[in-house]
Each structure stands twice: as C-alpha cells, then as structure tokens.
C-alpha cells in the first residue's frame, strides 16, 4: 500500500522539470512535498494517478506499475486513488451531489440510492450539509475545495492525492481543510500524498515532507528534522529567504 | 427539462427525415397512386432515362419505370407505370421524344393516326405498344450531310452518266431541293417568332432567307427551262451562284441569330455541300462526253432526298422535337 | 548569406513537420475515441443532451441561413437568367444550389462557428480548469464521456439540421419567385422537378455527415489540447472554427469529386 517513484525524469518539450526524482510514501502516512511554484509538484503527483506517463524511471503505487498499465487496469487503479485538484476542478455543469457522486456512478453495484447516501456521508464529512444542490459556481473558494475533497473521498480510495489543498485560503479556512486531511489518515487510514508549498500547513498534516528542489527530492525528513535541518535549500525555502534558496542552487 | 429535450431531439430527427424523404418524393413528381404497367418496344429509345416522364395528351400520366434491351437484341423494352383510370385509345403507340428543346426526354401516348411519320416498330406480343424514337437534330443533320455525300457522289457519277432520263432525275432532284431549301428558311423563321426575346433583325434574316430560298427556286426554274434547252453549263452555274447567296444569307443570320446561329450553322453546311456538288458539276474539264449511263444511281438519290424532304416537313411540324439548343 | 537562403527551406520544413504533428495527434486522438465508443455505458446518457445541444439549438440559425440564401439564390437566378432561358430555371438553380451546396456547406460553415466554437470552448475550459483530469481520475475515460457523444450527436444530428435548412431555403426561393419574380408556382416547381435526381438528397446528406464529424471533431480535438487559460481557450476556439471551415471547404471538394 506505498507509493514509490525510482528516478522519475519527465521533460515538457526541451525543458525538463523532473531530473531524477526518488521517493517513498509508506502505507498509511501522509507526505507533504514542498516546493515552490512551478517547481514540478503538480506534475509529480500527475505521474502517480497516470495523468503523465515518466519519460524515464518507474511509477510504483501498490503493486501496479502505472506508465505500464492499460486502460482497463488504470481504472482499476483510479477507483483507488482520490484527487484533490488544486482548483477543485468540479464540474461546472453539475451540482454538488452530481459531482461528489461521480466516481461512485461508474463503480459495479451502486445503485442511485446508494450513491445517494454515501454522497450525503461525505458531504456531511467535509461539513458540506445541504449544499449538495448547489452548483460549483455557488461555492466559496473554501466550500469548493471541501467539495473536491469529497468527490475524491467518495469512492473509499486507498490513496489521496492533494494538489496544493490550501493555497489562496484564509488561515481559518486552512486549518479546516488540514484538520480533514488529518481526519482521512486518522481515521479512515489512507495514504496520502500532499503537494504544497505552505510550510505551515506542512508541519500540520505531514508525517514526512520532502523538499522538491530542481526536478529532484533534496531533503525528506519528518517536520521536526525539516526545522533542524542544516540544508540552505531547505532553509531557504522553510524561511522564506530568496537569497539563501537561490543562492546556494546556483552553485 | 430531460422530457423537453427528447421531445425537441426526436421532432428534429424526424422532421429532417420527413422533409428528406417527403421532398424527395414529391420532387421525383409525387406519389404514384396504384398504377398500371404499359409496356412498349422500340428499336432505339434515344436519350430516354428511367425515370423521365409519360404523357398523354400533354398531360403527365406516369413514369418511365425501366429500359432494357431485349436478349434477343432486336428492340429496347420500355416499361412504364401510368395511372389506373387512363383509358388508352385503341391504335395506340408511344412516341419518345425530347418534352421541350432543352430536351428533356419523355415518353407520349398518342394515336398513331394522328402521327404517322416514325417507324414504329410493331412488337409481336400482346399488351407490347408500337415505339418509336425520334432522332435528334444532330443526327437530323448528320443525315442530311450524308444525303449530301450521296448526292456528290451522285455529281461525281453524273460526269460519266448523263442521259434524258438523269436528267430528268436531276431536273426533279434541284426541284426538290429548291421546295428544301425553302422549307428550311420557313423553319428557321418560325423558330423566330417563338423566339421572341431574340436579337432584332432575326425576323429579317429569316425573311432574307426565304427570299434567298425564293431566288435560288427560281434559279432552279431557270435551271428547268435551261436543262430543257440543253444549256447545261449555264445552268449549273446559276444554281452554285444563288446557293452561294444563299449561303451567304445563312452566315448573315449566323451572325444575329443568336442561339439560332448553331442551328443556320447546320444549314449552312448542308448548303455548302450542295455548292460543293454543284462545283463539281461546273468544272470544265468534267466533260459531258465522258459521261456513262447510271440512273439507278440518280434514283437513289432522288430517293434520299424524299426521305430528307420529309423529316423535314416534320421539323416544320414539330419543330422542338429537332431544335434543341444545347444552352446547358 | 547561408543561413539566409536556409532559412525559407526551415520555415517549410517546419510547417510540415508541425502539420504532420498535428495530424498524427487528430489521428491518435480519433482512432482511441473510435475504441472508446466501446465504452457504451458511459456515453449513451450523454448522447441525448449533445443531440439537443448540437442539432435543436442550432435549427434557428440553420434555417435563418437557409430563408435569406433561398431569397438570394432565386433573385439573383432570376437577374443571371435572361434572353432565351425559361424562367423556370430558376427553380432549378434554387432547388439544385440548394439541396447540392448551400444546404450543407453554408449551414456546416455556420455550425462551425456555432457548436464547434461552444464545443472547443467547453472542453478548453474543462482541460485548463483540470476538468479532464478529474475525469481521468474518477475512472472516467475523457473520450467516451467527452468525445464520443459529441461526434455522435454531429454526425446523427447535421443531417436532420441540413435536410430542414434545405427544405426551408427552397420554400424561401419558391415564395420569392412568386412575390417578387412575378413567376408562377406551377413554373417554379417544374424548374425544381426538372432536372431532380433522388441521389442529391443523398449526397447532401453523405455531406452533412462528414461535416457534422468534422465540426463537432474539431471542436474536441482544439479544446482538449488547449493550453494556457483563458487566453489558451479562445486561442483553440478560434482554431477549432478556422480548422472545420477549412476541412469543410476540402471534404466539399472531396465529395463533388468522388460522388458526383
């Protein structure tokens, strides 16, 4: 039940964005990687869902090889993979229930009433009660998010994937989409993969973080390693100081 | 909404396949309500396609169903489908012609009485109607040019066969040719006024045309009296001068006719063979003394000419059978 | 001075390659959704609201097209014909432009902006907005929930649109001829009757096939390779429209030389 990426190298047209990137997410922990924007977060996480297929090293999510998979095998991978987006990525056309209950419509033996019920459990879970009628555009940026989040959880996954959960929230309203990051591992015991570049919402939900420095993993460690780390990179970055993260990559 | 919109998608579907397949009917000249099939045969069926139109009385009646050339290869099998009601009379036959000079080809019930010239072709089985074709202009003319190769072959002859009796013959012959060339300008001018819209001046082209014609019959009385006196020479050149005025007259018309102009044009060619025949009577060196006798030939070509005078009369008659002015 | 005289045959070969690149993708892209087509389950709900989206709502424009290029064909027909042509000429010209070429090709050129900008746009919107990715990870395949229905309704549905726009243009000419042109019904429908040949109906209906695959095809090929937001969306819109016309104006060719 880990997430393993060997060597991962995925370039976009001449430029590459990962270099080489080697990590491990253990089963049933939760890893944040860190990063600034553009850094190849989003695309790394990508590469574990199949969206992207590496242009070398090996994409390993529990058993399955998934730059390997077919079609059929992929889909049965995905049914155990929820998604995050970093935009929530809902449906526009459909409302709230509609989305949370898309992956569940696909899935052999759930009926509509069925469906019905499990959409109102997660929906009530991200403490969405009664907006399942409401369209995406309705939402808050927090209320969408929180909708993301249980149209990924809906189909019981194994593994959840966050694409930068928190980013343009207010602070209430991140602690509140930590706490329920915190509530999946804790109490429904998934795996997850959290892509950020708040430092502050790393400590808070991740068991480990790793820092995604130049297409490649340059420190992992758990939170307390991370702020005593002696790495500039990784200073750099946690403190927020331009010239000691850039300084020291340029060498 | 969900109901809406199957509602909306099926009226849509369904009124795109009844305006398909409706119009598609209705176009093809509508429904064909319980029919009869009439069945004719005739030894060509022109340009007639399945499909084309059966009229009878000028009135459409049904539609030409298929065509198919019989095993034994002597005739063309028309069938048709007409309406049930129509009572057709007792000799009848079907005529397949061209509906209108733009020819457009269609299939006549007519009384056989009342046009006699086809040869309809008389199919020995029961129910199977007399057909016939008619020919086209073009092949009208082409069977005019080849009158006028026989009748040069003829003049050719004529150099080494000329006694009283091809004379006559010959006498009869430019006769002939003169009522011919008369009925032409007669043809030409009537297609004139049923071409109101046409240039101006056509109508005197026309009329210069037969007075063209007039003087070229006189020439040929002239000729008549000159035959008689023996003066053969003079005679013949008279008659290649006033063909050549006549000649001249067609390229005059030509010129201002318009559409008519491919129609003089065919005229003109037939005229230009006759001068050129007439030519070859005048040469000198074709010298009388020389001349053997052959009237079987001159007969044939008398004949011919019977047989050229006639389709013309036809084409005075019915004279958008002929004249199709290919626009298209 | 060289690389001056290079650099035309770079621009070329660039242009090729760039244009083979492009049609390998379609290719890849068009022959997965033909095996996604497969995947019925997924599809099958959607078929019905593309229909409506695809051919209902594009009737109104289709056969205000159709009216006003029925009323210009028949003037300008009667203004062309003049002197020794029959006047019924002009049903023919109305009925056989009609049903031949402008049915289809005016109505496809018009659809083109229509349904293959909304569709580019759409799925452009749901591509830069990670919609198609969420797809994806919800165990969706994005061609048979996206594609698939939306060619279907084109194909199943242009043909219906056409075949109305037609009969609506002919009607239109027919009632020009009659107010305007002074010509008599009878006449009108004899121009129309004469030179009809059943296979028209057909061909224009093979026409609008092709079109509505091309349109709706196009539209799904730009959107989903849109690129860059906003911006990235109206770029593969104005490309989608652009593209079909163009494949349109082709295939137009294509088939008058094949078919007729």
Redesign the interface.
Known sequence: MSIRLQEVRKSFGPKPVLKGFTLEVRDGETLAIVGPSGSGKSVLLKHVAGLLRPDAGSVLVDTYSVPDLGRKELIQLRRRIGYVFQFAALFDSMTVAENVGMGLRRMPGWDAQRIAARVAECLALVDLNGLGDRYPAQLSGGQRKRAGLARAIAPSPKFLLYDEPTTGLDPVTTTVIDRLILRMSDELGVTGLVVTHDMTSAYRVADRITLLHDGRARFTGTPAEVRAAGDEVLRGFVEGDPDLYFGSGRD | MDRRREVLVGLVVVLGIVAGVFGSIWLKGGWQRGQTELRTAATSVGVLVPGAVVKFRGVTVGRVESIEVLPSGEAVMVEMKVLPELVIPENAAVLLAPESVFGEWQAEILDRSEFGLPPFLDYPEEGVLPGAALPDFSRLTATADQIARNLTVISERFEVAFNEETAQNLKNMIDNMGVLSEGLAEIIAQQTERFEQLAEGVDASAQELGAAARAARISFEHFDSLLLGAEAETMVADAGASLRNLREVTEVAGSSLGDLRAAAQKADSIFARMDGLLTMLETPDGSFSRLLGDPALADGAVGTLAEFRALLADIQENPRRYLSFSIF | MAELLLRPFAAIGNLTLSGLESLGRAWRLFSSAAVSIRST??WTPLL??Q??KV??AS?PIALFIATFTGIVMALQASYSLT????PYFVGTLV?KTMILELGPVLTGLVLAGRVGANISAELG??RV???V??L??????PLAYLVVPRVLAGI??F??????A??IG?AAGWFTALQLLEMSSAEFVKG???Y?A?WD?WFA?IKSLSFGAVVTGAGCYCGLRTEGGAEGVGRSTTRAVVTACMIILCLDAFWAAVLL
């Open positions: 389950d997924v019905l609201p229909m409506a051919g209902v009737v002197g020794a042509i029959p009925g919107t749901m907005t990670e919609q990715d969420a994806e990870t919800l165990a969706y395949d199943l549905m043909p219906a649109v056409v075949l109305l037609i009969s002919i129309l009757r004469i009809f059943p109906v209906v």
